[in-house]
């Protein structure tokens, strides 16, 4: 059964905090992503990645940083957390190759007060 | 720019009647994937059919299925049949621009509520 899992479903952190996001997949897929999810906004890609140490700049990169040190591993860093960066999160990964699906974590939740 | 419109926020149907959930997009890629994904209550991501852009027939799965458009650049998906588990959040996806690991953008979805 493939999986995505991530580190926590909900995480509650302080406004200035640095915050670590972790998504592991076990179906040694190339490509991994970090999308944030917000109400009426649909799901906004942040960063991918296709292979190790290599990341690629989505639609809404400010404020984040990523990390891909091993294949199975994605890290999605909030620098110094703020308000505005309170969403769901959700990880994904898929085969490398633009015909195939993506297969998503549970999601974490974050909320910066 | 790569863009995805879900115009419809929310849709009613009544239980066993199809409908259709409308997506187009903009894109100057030729080649690209469209998707549609199911969100339940529950919050997971479900994979429902992909239309790849150089495919000439319109892709099914089940009960779901892909209207393509490549002219008016539409991608609608229709439910036959409905269900009251089809209850959910549909998105619409694009993966194309053949940048490395080829980024995928997503609609802001659209809410389908069946009725019994």
């Known amino acids: 059964d493939v999986k995505v899992t991530q580190s926590s479903r909900y995480l509650v952190k302080r406004t200035g905090e640095k915050v670590f996001l972790e998504c592991v997949q076990d179906m040694d897929h190339e490509n991994m992503f970090w999308y944030r999810q917000d109400p009426g906004l649909g799901l906004r890609l942040i960063y991918f990645s296709y292979d190790v140490k290599m990341k690629e700049k989505g639609d809404i990169p400010e404020g984040y940083s990523v990390s891909r040190e091993k294949k199975e591993r994605f890290s999605l860093i909030l620098e110094s957390a703020s308000t505005n960066q309170t969403s769901m999160y959700l990880c994904a990964s898929s085969l490398l190759g633009q015909n195939y699906e993506q297969y998503f974590g549970p999601g974490t939740r974050l909320t910066v007060t | 720019a790569q863009k995805i419109t879900q115009t419809q926020p929310g849709m009613f149907v009544q239980e066993k009647e199809a409908v259709t959930l409308d997506c187009t997009y903009d894109?100057?890629?030729?080649?690209?994937?469209l998707f549609w994904y199911k969100q339940p209550s529950s919050g997971e991501m479900i994979f429902l059919i992909y239309?790849?852009?150089?495919?000439?027939q319109n892709a099914t799965e089940g009960r779901y299925s892909l209207n393509f458009q490549k002219a008016r650049k539409s991608a609608n998906l229709v439910i036959s049949a409905s269900q009251l588990g089809d209850s959910a959040m549909y998105f619409c996806a694009m993966r194309g621009g053949g940048t490395g690991g080829f980024k995928t953008i997503f609609g802001a979805g659209t809410r389908l509520f069946v009725k019994a």
């Open positions: 239309q790849g852009s150089y495919d000439e």
């Open positions: 894109t100057s890629d030729q080649s690209y994937g």
